[in-house]
């Protein structure tokens, strides 16, 4: 008998070896499953807060676009509105200039009178201006003299919506 107790310790400490082996391998898994779900958890928590941030800044940003194209809008609409009045202004001065209904004039300097410029230095009997001596310009000069300044007034138009864009980008 004692080699059946000899062999029965042996088993004995084989299957508690086995049970205790397989008792530790589940313990442990059971504990790396836990230090893995929190860490995947706490992964997880990280990257939607990182993906709410980028969200939140894409929303951010949107909106500083959208106000930068509105207000870009509304420069645009104000240079427009600029423009078309100035074109309609002018549009205005060359059809009475082109009616006779309104005349261009340039005031002489009073030493120029006595340099023979071939202006008559009074005016005529009939007149009844009193102060600075004017000469009438050519209707085809005051055309140009207009056509001018139209040009110069767009581009101050133009310069002053570019200025107000670069404004705009700028803040």
């Known amino acids: 008998m004692k080699a059946l107790d000899w062999r029965l310790a042996v088993v004995a400490l084989l299957l508690g070896l086995a049970l205790g082996g397989r008792g530790a391998w589940l313990w442990q898994a059971n504990s790396y499953g836990k230090t893995l779900a929190e860490q995947a958890g706490a992964y997880t928590a990280e990257r939607e807060a990182a993906a709410t941030?980028?969200?939140?800044?894409?929303?951010?940003?949107?909106?500083r676009r959208r106000a930068?194209?509105?207000?870009?809008?509304?420069?645009?609409?104000?240079?427009?509105?600029?423009?078309?009045d100035a074109q309609q202004?002018?549009?205005?001065?060359?059809?009475?200039?082109?009616?006779?209904?309104?005349?261009?004039?340039v005031l002489l300097d009073s030493t120029a009178q006595d340099s023979g410029c071939g202006v008559p230095?009074?005016?005529?009997?009939?007149?009844?201006?009193?102060?600075?001596?004017r000469a009438e310009l050519?209707?085809?000069?005051?055309?140009?003299?207009?056509?001018?300044?139209?040009?110069?007034?767009?581009?101050?138009?133009?310069?002053?919506?570019?200025?107000?864009?670069?404004r705009a980008i700028a803040q």
């Open 53 to 63: 941030a980028v969200i939140d800044w894409q929303v951010a940003e949107q909106v």
């Open 68 to 84: 930068l194209e509105d207000r870009l809008q509304v420069n645009d609409q104000t240079h427009y509105k600029e423009l078309l």
């Open 89 to 105: 202004t002018h549009a205005r001065l060359r059809d009475r200039l082109a009616t006779a209904d309104l005349r261009l004039s």
């Open 121 to 133: 230095a009074a005016t005529g009997s009939g007149g009844v201006v009193h102060g600075a001596i």
């Open 138 to 166: 050519d209707p085809a000069h005051a055309r140009r003299i207009i056509s001018i300044t139209n040009h110069g007034d767009q581009g101050l138009i133009a310069l002053k919506t570019c200025q107000a864009y670069v």
